[in-house]
C-alpha cells in the first residue's frame, strides 16, 4: 500500500488562477469544509458532511453555489447548426425555454463534456457546462470552421435549490407559477426588478431548481432572501453530493468519463439520436460503434461493497475476483465512497465486459487494501 | 475590507477531477505545502517557504514537478500549417531541436495559451501549455477546418532542473554534453536504457534545464537520481516561485493574462511577428491593434509596494493616488506577493495608459486595507 500521504487532500496555494464565485463568501461563511476545482472556480462540497449532507437534502431543501458550472454562450446566424453538430442528441426537438442534457462528442466519438443545453431564442443557446472547457472546443470549431457564431463565457452563475421541499420553498418567492414549470422548462421570474432564469433542473435525483444569476448584486439578496424564507423549511447549505450521485448514478464528467470514453462506454447513449437525420461531428463514429457485433467492451456499472471504503482520489483498480491482485484487471473505480444508506463502500467503475454482469463478484485496490464488491445496479440499494 | 474567510486557502475535495502527478508521492514527501490546480492537475508549489525557495533557488538548484505543463501533441501532414495558423509568431524559422516561446492568439487577438512549441519533427509537434486547454482548442480548429492531424495528449511529464547549479548537477549524470546546449534547444539524453527529451528552458531566469519524462518509471529513477547526485550541490525540492517570477517578468496564463488579453496589452508583442509573410488566424485583428493611433489602452506593469502585502488570490483593484479609493480604478493586480529583496510588496497588475508612466504613485486595495505603490520596471529591484 502507498504512503498516506498520497491521499492527503492538498491545499489551493493562493492565486488568480482559480476563481472564487460571487458567493464564495457565503459558502466559506456557511461552514463549506471543501472545494471542488471546477472550471477552474471553486465549487464548495462538504458542509456537514457527505452522508449528513445527503440524509438532509433528501428530506428537506438546500441552497448550493453551483457557478463552477458556467455558461458557454453561442448566438449568430449558425448557432443552432453548429450546436446541432456538437451533439449527438437531436435539438431539433428543442423549443425556446427548454433544456436539454446532451453529451458533446469529438469525431471519434469521444465526449467533451456533458452540458445542459438552454435553449434562449432560435439562435440563441446556453450551454450549461460540466468540467471541461467548452468554450475553446466551441471557439475553435468554429473559427476552423468558419461559423457565424459568437461564442463567449458570459457571467452567468447558477444556484440550485434542490430537495423535496424546493417547490413549497420557492412558491414562497416567485409565487404559484414556479409549480407549473415543468422537467427541464423554464421561465423567467422576478426579483426585485431583476428577471431571472429559473429552471427545473439540477444534478441531484431529489427534485428542485436552478436560478441562473446574470445580476450578481441583486443575486445575493436572492440567495440571503431564499435562506430566510427557507428557515420554515429546514434549508441548509449543501452542494452536488457524492453518496446521493453515485447513488442514482449521475456521472461525473473528468471523473468518471472523459475524452477517452465513448457514449456507448458511458451508458448514456439513450441521450443520443445516433440515427437521425441530422448531421453531428461523431455521426460516422458512433454510427459504426453501434454497428460493430461485439459493441463495447468496457461499461459504466455501479459497485457495492462489503464494507467500508474511503473516498477515491485516484483511479482504483478492479480485479477479477479468483485472481491475484497482480493479475488480471478487469476495470477501474472513478468515484466511490462510503455510503450511510447501505452501510457500506459504493462506486462508479468502468468494467470490461467479461465482468460487467449484476452480481459479479470483484476485488478493488483501495488506500485502505483489498476490498470485496459486487456489480449492481442504479440506482444502488 | 472582506470577512478573512474570503481569503482563506482552501482545501481541495477528494476526487478524480483533478489528477496527481507520477511525482505526487515525492514532492508530498519532500514537504510540499500547497499545491496550484494546474490543467487538472496538482502542482506542487512552496516547500519552505516562498521567500527561503526563492533565495536557495537563486544560489543552488532545485528539481520542480512541472507535470502539469502537459503536451498538447499535434501530427500529421497539415501538422506545421495549423500551428503556424495558432501562433502569430512565425515558426517557419523553427529548426527540428528547437523550441520556441509562443503565443496562441483566437482570431480576435485574445492570448489562448502561451507554451513553448517543440519541433520533434517536421510534421510533429509539442505544445508544452500554460494553464488552459489547448487540446481542445486545437482539435476544434482541427474538426472545423478539416486539418489532416493528429491532436493527443500523451503521458509526458516535464520535470525541470533549475538553478545556476543546473549545468554541474546535470553533467554528472548524462555528461559534458549537456553544457553544449544552447537556450531553447534540446537534446535527447540516455538513463538506463531510454531517451529522454533534455531542453534546456524552464520557467524561472536561473538558468537549468527540463525533462521531459515519457517514462514514468525510469523518470522516478531519475528522478532519485537527481536528487542523490544533487546534495553535492544542495539540491532542493522546490517550484515555479512567485517571488522570482514576479520580479523577472514572467507571466501566468489565467492570474495575468486570458482570452480577454492581446499581446500588446501583455507586453508580448516581441514574441510575434505581426506582419509577417506567414498566415494565422489572429493577423488581421493583431495587425489591426498595431496600427491604431493610439494603440493599447493599458499593459501590464510590476508594481512596487512601500510596506508588506499578502499574497494575491482575487485580483485587487488599482486607484489613482489621489483619488478617494472609491473614484477611479485605473488598473488590477493579478500576481501578487511580499519579496524579501525588496523588503516590500510586489505585484503584476494591468494598468490604463493614463498611469502606467515609472514612477507613477497608485493605491492597492489589498485584503490588508489599501497600500501605496510606484509603477516599476521588470525585472524589479
Redesign the interface.
Known amino acids: 500500500m ?2 498516506n ?16 464565485s460571487h458567493f ?2 457565503r459558502t ?2 456557511g461552514g463549506a ?6 472550471n ?1 472556480m ?1 465549487l464548495s ?2 458542509f456537514q458532511s457527505i452522508a449528513d449532507d445527503c440524509r438532509h437534502l433528501k428530506q428537506y431543501v438546500q441552497l448550493w453555489d453551483v457557478s463552477g458550472q458556467r455558461q458557454v454562450e453561442i448566438k449568430g446566424r449558425d448557432a443552432a447548426k453548429l450546436v446541432q453538430y456538437m451533439t449527438p442528441r437531436n435539438i431539433g426537438k428543442c423549443a425556446v425555454g427548454q433544456c436539454m442534457y446532451a453529451l458533446l462528442c ?2 471519434d466519438g469521444g465526449i ?1 463534456n456533458d452540458p445542459v443545453i438552454i435553449k434562449l431564442k432560435e439562435d440563441h443557446f446556453w450551454l450549461s457546462i460540466a ?17 457565424d457564431v459568437e461564442v463567449a463565457m458570459p457571467d452567468v452563475s447558477p444556484i440550485a435549490v434542490q430537495g423535496p421541499k424546493s417547490d413549497d420553498l420557492l412558491e414562497k418567492i416567485f409565487g404559484k407559477m414556479v409549480r407549473a414549470i415543468r422537467p427541464f422548462r423554464f421561465e423567467y421570474v422576478p426579483f426585485m426588478g431583476h428577471n431571472f432564469l429559473l429552471a427545473r433542473s439540477g444534478w441531484s435525483k431529489q427534485g428542485g431548481f436552478e436560478i441562473y444569476v446574470d445580476n450578481p448584486t441583486i443575486g445575493l439578496k436572492l440567495w440571503d432572501e431564499i435562506m430566510h424564507i427557507g428557515k420554515d423549511f429546514n434549508i441548509h447549505l449543501g452542494s452536488p453530493n ?1 453518496i446521493e450521485r453515485i447513488t442514482s448514478g449521475l456521472l ?1 464528467y ?3 468519463m472523459d ?1 477517452t470514453t465513448n457514449p456507448f462506454e458511458a451508458g448514456l447513449e439513450k441521450f443520443c439520436d445516433i440515427d437521425g437525420d441530422h448531421d453531428y ?1 461523431a455521426k460516422t463514429a458512433l454510427q459504426n460503434i453501434k454497428r460493430q457485433k461485439n459493441g463495447v467492451q468496457r461499461q459504466i456499472r455501479p459497485l457495492k461493497f462489503d464494507s467500508e471504503i474511503p ?5 482504483w483498480q478492479v480485479f477479477a475476483d479468483k485472481d491475484n491482485h497482480n493479475g488480471k484487471q478487469v476495470g477501474r473505480v ?2 466511490a465512497t462510503t455510503s450511510h444508506e447501505t452501510g457500506g463502500g459504493i462506486a462508479i467503475a468502468m468494467i470490461d465486459s467479461t465482468h460487467w454482469q449484476v452480481g459479479t463478484r470483484l476485488m478493488v485496490e483501495t488506500p485502505d487494501g483489498l476490498k470485496t464488491a459486487s456489480v449492481t445496479s442504479f440506482p444502488i440499494q
Open positions: 502507498t504512503d500521504l498520497f491521499y492527503q487532500n492538498p491545499l489551493v496555494f493562493p492565486s488568480c488562477h482559480v476563481k472564487r464564495f463568501l466559506q461563511q469544509k471543501q472545494y471542488a476545482i471546477y477552474n471553486l462540497t462538504t469529438d469525431k467533451v468540467n471541461s472547457d467548452v468554450e475553446l472546443w466551441a471557439r475553435g470549431l468554429a473559427l476552423g470552421g468558419g461559423y457524492l461525473s473528468r471523473s468518471d475524452l461531428f473516498t477515491c482520489s485516484i483511479p472513478t468515484s
